[in-house]
């Protein structure tokens, strides 16, 4: 079994900034991609933000020079920098993994955006 622990949401004024953590353990041999996903009240959740094994990344548009995924693979860990953060960036923060066939999600971290 697979769990994935998300820590570093927080409420923070717009133009803030907050780091995310996402650390993966249990039966893991290797994890190909992680990202991050979101999703805000009355919408469907989103993709944030991916990077594979060899750390190529993918961005929403909405984040693109804003949030900054990276991992170490040595911890099975991901994190995501956020900064110049906005009122529309509050969300549920979802971690995922994908490992073999199978997806794994964290429980969810709140961010919330707001003055």
């Known amino acids: 079994q697979v769990q994935l622990v998300e820590s570093g949401g927080g409420l923070v004024q717009p133009g803030g900034s907050l780091r995310l953590s996402c650390a993966a353990s249990?039966?893991?041999?290797?994890?190909?991609?992680m990202g991050w996903y979101r999703q805000a009240p009355g919408k469907q959740r989103e993709l944030v933000a991916t990077?594979?094994?060899?750390?190529?990344?993918n961005y929403a548009d909405s984040v693109k020079g804003r949030f900054t995924i990276s991992r170490d693979n040595s911890k099975n860990t991901v994190y995501i920098q956020m900064n110049s953060l906005k009122p529309e960036d509050t969300a549920v923060y979802y971690c995922?993994?994908?490992?073999?066939?199978?997806?794994?999600w964290g429980q969810g971290t709140q961010v919330s955006v707001s003055s």
């Open positions: 995922n993994a994908q490992i073999a066939t199978i997806s794994y």
């Open positions: 990077i594979t094994s060899s750390f190529r990344t």
């Open positions: 249990g039966s893991i041999v290797r994890i190909a991609a």
